[in-house]
């Protein structure tokens, strides 16, 4: 989204698809264009509806001179001396407080506190613009386009599935990712109806960031809109659902700030995807760059890598995140009635080339995704089977699907499409469970050999379960070579036997032998798959896919 006037931006908000920058330049500019007959049709209408102009009383909020004159006298040479000291954040603020007692002690009873408080730091954003803007120096002593030091870690959670520490100066970022299964996918209601997200990223800033004590409740709107934008920014890169079917969540957590913590949290949460082994298409970082300028833009500076006071007195915060190849996502935060579009390129290309020093340190941690996912992580096998039989696997009530569940220990996932996700803890009940869901959408065909278990007796033969909820019919002429005068005799229910498929039917009848195990077996060339009367017992299963076919909600 675009919002300008004249030949100047507003606000920037950008998701690409790893985008090179000249063309998302190029998108910007033709959305700028755009908005001329917008801003005519405004203007237009002003005019029709509003010919006169009203006059409206102003009362000004400034700070009076009185004020001003006072604590300049006793702060102003000593906040200037402060912003040149390069002193990093902790030390800095120990000496703006002491600054700011003097000042409260010195015109106590003169003026309001309020007041005084607003006086010290109209002095301060003086400073900071003179000292950048004239000097061509930073507070922190670093030069404009200089990244304060950067350094990572990875793993350093033993048992979490995914971690990563990213730390930029004082700003440093905690992200741990973990990992789930399909079902425990997001459902997200909005205008368009209900859908679900698979990947999400939370993003916390507690009151200890930046030093203070508060409250730790609900996120507020903050959080909630850098969780978005280090979202947005890892989108492009994360698998499909095809090729990772895990359940993403990433948490960040500031655990100290002083500037672009949302830009931390990107570049942690890109590394704890790989800590994972999240098979994520590249890597992602970003970096902020601020703009401190003049009334008429005729002096300015692009700094990178805002911080601290630079991002409080700064006029523009320009977020980008990105690949070593494009654009995945832009934010912009001004505090200008406009900048000019000319800048853009150059906010651009600075903060294109910052980003590469941010990927350069990144990749000297870790390049690439862990070709295993952690040991700690929820095993998982995904199938595909034949969308017409997943009552099948759901059986009757959901009967099939629970008793595989709880052998296995073990969670089934089914989708329309007939793709099946099985999660569990270990790797071995989870093959289990896919082997048997993989038995029961099978095509079973005759020839095939399977142990079975005799589930009831009946006065014609005996019914074998042959793969979890496949019945069929072992007729009592199919028992044994010899004579069968009681079934009773031969099997009992409970009996582990070896069969073989003799026959079987479009309808889902088995017909199994015992008899064609043994030596010297000769078929009945009467019993065919479709003839014999009740010989070819119908699987009992396929009379719940049929049910499942008549509406019943197949997941």
């Known amino acids: 989204s675009f919002a300008g006037k004249d030949k100047k931006f507003l606000a920037i908000e950008a998701r690409a698809n790893i985008l090179p920058e000249e063309k998302l330049l190029g998108a910007i500019e033709f959305a700028r264009d755009s908005l001329d007959p917008v801003l005519s049709l405004i203007t237009d209408f002003a005019a029709e509806v509003n ?56 015109l106590e009873g003169k003026y309001k506190r309020a007041d005084m408080l607003r006086a010290i730091s109209e002095l301060e954003k003086k400073a900071i613009q003179h000292i950048i803007l004239d000097e061509g120096k930073r507070p922190d002593g670093r030069g404009i386009t200089d990244i304060r030091d950067i350094s990572s870690q990875v793993g350093l959670l033993p048992r979490t599935h995914g971690s990563a520490l990213f730390t930029r100066g004082v700003t440093q970022v905690l992200t741990v990712a973990t990992l789930g299964s399909p079902s425990l996918e997001l459902i997200v209601q909005n205008m368009y109806g209900e859908g679900t997200k698979r990947y999400i990223h939370y993003y916390n ?57 949302s830009m931390a949290a ?58 070593r190849t494009g654009v995945t996502a832009i934010q912009s935060d001004m505090k200008l009635a406009g900048i000019p579009m000319d800048m853009l390129p150059k906010i651009f290309e ?14 000297r941690v870790m390049d690439k995704p862990r070709e295993l996912v952690s040991q700690y992580a929820p095993k998982m096998v995904t199938l595909q089977i034949n969308p017409e039989k997943i009552g099948m696997v759901i059986g009757s009530g959901g009967k099939t699907i629970k008793e595989i569940q709880e052998k296995t220990s073990t969670e089934i996932f089914i989708d329309q499409d007939g793709t099946v996700v099985i999660t569990g803890t270990d790797l071995e009940n989870t093959q289990k469970s896919a082997a048997i869901v993989s038995g ?52 009992h229910v409970g009996d582990k036997v070896t069969v073989k498929v003799i026959n079987t039917s479009e309808d889902g009848k ?9 030596p010297g077996y000769v078929p009945n060339e009467n019993r065919g798959g479709s003839s014999g009367g009740r010989r070819n017992f119908r699987d009992r299963d396929s009379r719940d896919s049929r049910d499942s076919r008549r509406g019943r909600d197949r997941r």
């Open 440 to 491: 029961i959408t099978h095509d079973i065909t005759v020839g095939e050999v399977y142990e079975g278990t005799v589930t009831d007796l009946l006065d014609f033969g005996a019914l074998v379960e042959i793969l979890p909820g496949r019945v069929g019919l072992m007729h009592i002429s199919e028992v044994t070579t010899e004579y069968v005068e009681k079934l009773e005799d031969w099997v």
């Open 205 to 261: 800033f507690p009151p200890y960031a930046s030093g203070e004590t508060g409250n730790m409740g609900s996120p507020k709107s903050r959080d909630i809109g850098h969780g978005m934008l280090a979202e947005k920014a890892l989108t492009p890169v994360i698998p499909s659902q095809k090729e990772f079917p895990y359940m993403i969540l990433l948490v960040s957590e500031t655990l100290s700030s002083s500037g672009s913590s």
């Open 266 to 323: 990107t570049c942690a949460s890109s590394m704890a995807l790989m800590d994972a082994g999240v098979p994520i298409k590249d890597i992602v970082g970003g970096i902020g760059v601020g703009l401190i300028t003049n009334d008429d833009f005729s002096k300015y500076k692009i700094m990178t890598d805002l911080a601290y006071m630079e991002d409080a007195f700064g006029f523009l915060d320009f977020k980008m995140t990105g690949t």
């Open 51 to 106: 010919p006169e102009n009203k006059k409206y009383e102003f009362v000004s909020k400034a700070l009076g001179e009185d004020i001003m004159n006072d604590v300049s006298a006793i702060a102003k040479d000593r906040i200037y001396e402060l912003m040149r000291s390069e002193l990093d954040k902790t030390e800095m603020s120990k000496l703006q407080d002491g600054i700011q007692d003097d000042v409260l002690t010195s």
């Open 350 to 363: 600075q903060s294109r080339e910052a980003r590469m020093k941010v990927l350069d340190s990144m990749e």
């Open 510 to 518: 088995i017909g199994l032998s015992r008899r064609a195990m043994e």
